[in-house]
């Protein structure tokens, strides 16, 4: 996050005069200042020149927008600044914009005010003015309203702006894929030309004999020093043979440091692989990959590109943020009358950093793949809110579903199940929620998110410009039903010419 900016544009005009303007800059730059001092921010304002001509602001977007570094614009108007002088510049604006409806003093000085302070704080009616043409235009973008001295404010800007760095990731995310996705599957294949159109992913295949020939070139001594740190990062499981143990261990090792390496020459922050293709592979990537997860890279199993640079994009979003983002699938249901519970898990594939305790590394027989017994990292979910995301391509646009969950500590010990697991209340109840879910045409495959809520990749879809439905709390299916066949008739008028 630290090499993102957001830059901070201040509208104005030259019908005020210099005095009035310097005191429009002063304002700007002790807000823009406080607001970076206020640790409400995961980014950087940078405070730009009041803008008062349409020259200027075209000028200053064609920088934000050449700028690499800049994931997006704040916009706030001071003053009145006409809106026919943002046309030219908002045009061109591809990156995220957040209009700040602030003003400079939190309230009305009553005793004092004349028509001075009138003409210099206009923001009630300037951002009105700025307001009209971004919905003229049809401008995708979010606004915020408050004093911007106020916790609340902050935190809505500093939640704007995680959703902004993770639109930059998008733009330049690279999925390598070993291998297609898995055979006869309908959820996990998609348009791979209209997701670099819409997203920015790209999506390249590799042959999975291109990982096993790295494999082959990782030192013994590469390979010790990471299973020191696994000593020291998990517990061992009890009981098992030492010497076979540590043989399958070794090679997830392999297998880690070989996949890393790979990512890192393809520039890649998120993979995919499939069991079907596993040709020279001893055991299916289990270990390995949940270590990868746990350092940031996206994944999705059975070659589910689009939920591996979802996960990638929530782990983008939830940098620093208190609980961790992984790959997930629904599993199997307790159907209890009154305690209905989805377990969600996969084969091997979950990420530790929503792991409640310390996971315990265990090597047990996978019943896929006809591989060897895979090494793999045991764990339970940490428990609180939480939510599963996927992204579903629909042929004619893509659609990101978003369930709502609370994930428990098991009432049960799950005494012979070798997989790490999360066991979770779907909102508003399971029944509501799977038929919604169902009816959505959402995937099995899921990005899982203890770190993240709902407003987070609601404002990522904005940006993107793609369809959200969301389920939970107050959803229901008649409600949902209609949304569904509202947004149809919205997003069949989408078309690029
Ligand atoms: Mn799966």
């Given at each position: 996050?630290?090499?993102?900016?957001i830059?901070?544009?201040?509208?104005?005009?030259?019908?005020?005069?210099?005095?009035?303007l310097?005191?429009?800059?002063?304002?700007t730059?002790q807000?823009?200042?406080?607001?970076?001092?206020?640790?409400?921010?995961?980014?950087?304002?940078v405070v730009?020149?009041?803008?008062?001509?349409?020259?200027?602001?075209l000028?200053?977007?064609?920088h934000a927008?050449?700028?690499?570094s800049?994931?997006g614009?704040v916009?706030?108007?001071?003053?009145?600044?006409p809106?026919?002088?943002?046309i030219?510049?908002?045009?061109?604006l591809?990156?995220?914009l957040?209009?700040?409806?602030?003003?400079?003093?939190?309230?009305i000085p009553?005793d004092t005010?004349?028509?001075d302070?009138?003409n210099?704080?206009?923001?009630?009616?300037?951002?009105?003015?700025?307001?009209h043409i971004?919905?003229r235009?049809?401008?995708?973008?979010?606004?915020?309203?408050?004093?911007?001295?106020?916790?609340?404010?902050?935190?809505?800007i500093?939640r704007?702006?995680r959703?902004?760095?993770?639109?930059?990731?998008?733009?330049?995310?690279?999925?390598?894929?070993?291998?297609?996705?898995?055979?006869?599957?309908?959820?996990?294949?998609?348009?791979?030309?209209?997701?670099?159109?819409?997203?920015g992913?790209?999506v390249?295949y590799?042959?999975?004999?291109?990982?096993?020939?790295?494999?082959?070139?990782?030192?013994?001594?590469?390979?010790?020093?990471?299973?020191?740190?696994?000593?020291?990062?998990?517990t061992?499981?009890?009981?098992?043979?030492?010497?076979?143990?540590?043989?399958?261990?070794?090679?997830?090792?392999?297998?880690?440091?070989?996949l890393?390496?790979?990512?890192?020459q393809n520039?890649?922050?998120?993979?995919?692989?499939?069991?079907q293709?596993?040709h020279?592979m001893?055991?299916?990537?289990?270990?390995?990959?949940?270590?990868?997860m746990?350092?940031?890279?996206?994944?999705?199993?059975?070659g589910?590109?689009?939920?591996?640079?979802?996960v990638?994009?929530?782990?983008?979003?939830?940098e620093?943020?208190?609980?961790?983002?992984?790959?997930?699938?629904?599993?199997?249901?307790?159907?209890?009358?009154?305690?209905?519970?989805?377990?969600?898990?996969?084969?091997l594939?979950?990420?530790?950093?929503?792991?409640?305790d310390r996971?315990t590394?265990?090597?047990?027989?996978?019943?896929i793949?006809e591989?060897?017994?895979?090494?793999?990292?045991?764990?339970?979910?940490?428990?609180?809110?939480?939510?599963c995301?996927s992204?579903?391509?629909?042929?004619?646009?893509?659609?990101m579903?978003?369930?709502e969950?609370?994930?428990?500590?098991?009432?049960?010990?799950?005494k012979r199940?070798?997989?790490?697991?999360?066991?979770?209340?779907?909102?508003?109840?399971l029944?509501?929620?799977s038929?919604a879910?169902?009816?959505?045409?959402?995937?099995?495959?899921?990005?899982?998110?203890?770190?993240?809520?709902?407003d987070?990749?609601l404002?990522?879809a904005?940006?993107?410009g793609?369809?959200?439905?969301?389920?939970?709390?107050?959803?229901s299916i008649?409600q949902?039903?209609?949304?569904?066949?509202?947004?149809?008739?919205?997003?069949s008028?989408?078309?690029?010419?």
């Amino acid at each position: 996050m630290n090499a993102l900016n957001i830059w901070f544009l201040t509208g104005s005009q030259d019908l005020y005069g210099d005095d009035a303007l310097h005191q429009v800059a002063l304002h700007t730059k002790q807000m823009v200042e406080e607001l970076n001092a206020s640790g409400n921010l995961p980014l950087v304002l940078v405070v730009k020149p009041v803008l008062k001509s349409s020259a200027e602001i075209l000028k200053t977007i064609q920088h934000a927008e050449a700028d690499e570094s800049c994931a997006g614009v704040v916009c706030w108007m001071h003053t009145f600044s006409p809106a026919k002088t943002w046309i030219a510049g908002l045009s061109i604006l591809t990156k995220p914009l957040l209009q700040l409806h602030t003003q400079f003093n939190e309230r009305i000085p009553f005793d004092t005010m004349d028509m001075d302070f009138m003409n210099l704080n206009q923001s009630a009616h300037g951002d009105r003015e700025f307001g009209h043409i971004t919905a003229r235009m049809g401008l995708r973008r979010t606004v915020i309203a408050g004093h911007w001295s106020h916790e609340e404010t902050q935190q809505r800007i500093g939640r704007w702006m995680r959703s902004a760095a993770a639109v930059a990731e998008s733009r330049t995310l690279v999925v390598v894929r070993f291998g297609d996705n898995m055979r006869d599957v309908a959820v996990t294949d998609g348009d791979k030309v209209e997701a670099m159109i819409q997203f920015g992913w790209s999506v390249p295949y590799f042959g999975i004999g291109d990982l096993v020939d790295m494999m082959a070139s990782i030192p013994n001594g590469d390979i010790n020093l990471l299973i020191d740190e696994y000593r020291h990062s998990y517990t061992l499981k009890e009981g098992m043979d030492e010497a076979f143990f540590f043989q399958q261990v070794t090679e997830q090792a392999r297998i880690e440091l070989a996949l890393e390496k790979f990512l890192q020459q393809n520039n890649a922050m998120a993979f995919s692989t499939n069991f079907q293709d596993l040709h020279g592979m001893k055991q299916l990537p289990g270990l390995a990959v949940q270590r990868l997860m746990g350092k940031g890279y996206g994944f999705a199993g059975e070659g589910d590109w689009k939920i591996a640079a979802l996960v990638r994009i929530l782990k983008r979003m939830g940098e620093g943020l208190s609980g961790g983002s992984s790959f997930m699938e629904d599993y199997t249901y307790h159907l209890e009358k009154g305690a209905m519970l989805d377990l969600g898990a996969h084969m091997l594939e979950v990420c530790p950093s929503i792991s409640k305790d310390r996971p315990t590394l265990e090597v047990h027989p996978l019943g896929i793949g006809e591989r060897e017994d895979p090494a793999r990292l045991v764990f339970d979910g940490a428990a609180g809110p939480a939510l599963c995301a996927s992204i579903i391509d629909l042929g004619h646009r893509f659609r990101m579903v978003i369930s709502e969950v609370e994930t428990i500590d098991s009432p049960h010990a799950f005494k012979r199940l070798p997989v790490a697991r999360v066991l979770w209340k779907p909102l508003p109840d399971l029944i509501t929620a799977s038929e919604a879910w169902i009816l959505a045409g959402g995937g099995h495959h899921t990005a899982y998110s203890s770190a993240l809520d709902t407003d987070y990749l609601l404002t990522y879809a904005e940006m993107m410009g793609i369809e959200a439905v969301r389920i939970g709390k107050g959803t229901s299916i008649h409600q949902l039903r209609s949304e569904l066949r509202w947004n149809e008739a919205y997003w069949s008028g989408h078309t690029r010419v």
